[in-house]
């Protein structure tokens, strides 16, 4: 499988666990960008796997506050 493959399924991935953690929580994602002090829009971003430094920052206070590894 190429890179760029893996890559791609790995953001999938990401969001799929991210997704089901809020959904199990039952949060929005508007929710939970107030409770981070983030946009909706940044943590969307951070969900879907953008891979700047700022999305890296706000999926790892998404991981935090959903209590996940």
């Known amino acids: 499988m190429p890179v760029e493959e893996k890559l791609e399924e790995a953001k999938k991935q990401v969001e799929r666990q991210i ?3 809020l959904l ?7 929710e939970l960008a107030n409770l981070i002090g ?3 829009t940044r943590v969307n971003l951070a969900i879907k796997g ?6 890296i920052e706000i999926r790892k206070k998404i991981y935090k506050v959903l ?3």
């Open 50 to 55: 953008n891979t700047n430094p700022k999305s």
């Open 38 to 40: 983030e946009s909706r």
């Open 67 to 69: 209590g996940m590894k």
């Open 19 to 21: 997704k089901l953690k």
């Open 24 to 30: 199990d929580q039952n949060m929005t994602q508007v």
